[in-house]
């Protein structure tokens, strides 16, 4: 369940600042095998979506001559998690 996930977590970094690092690793180690327990990812959907998304853009959005010297640039990134704000 989702508390003796919190609690591996929390020990894992208590363990840590100890310097007990094999310790700390076991504690991480068995609270990520909860969680991927509970939630159950499967990559093949992400990257069949992937895959559809890299048909469905195949041609360029738009045409770049090479005279123009100028193309489309795009800067993708994953959304921000809010740590930052926390420290």
């Given at each position: ?70 193309a489309p640039l ?14």
């Open positions: 369940d989702s508390d003796s996930e919190l609690v591996g977590f929390a020990l894992g970094a208590i363990y840590e600042r100890e310097g007990d690092l094999p310790t700390a690793f076991s504690h991480y180690a068995r609270a990520n095998a909860a969680v991927q327990q509970r939630t159950r990812y499967d990559a093949s959907q992400d990257i069949a979506f992937m895959q559809s998304l890299k048909e469905a853009f195949s041609a360029p959005l738009a045409p770049v001559t090479e005279e123009e010297g100028i795009f800067i993708i990134g994953m959304p921000r998690s809010g740590t930052s704000l926390v420290e």
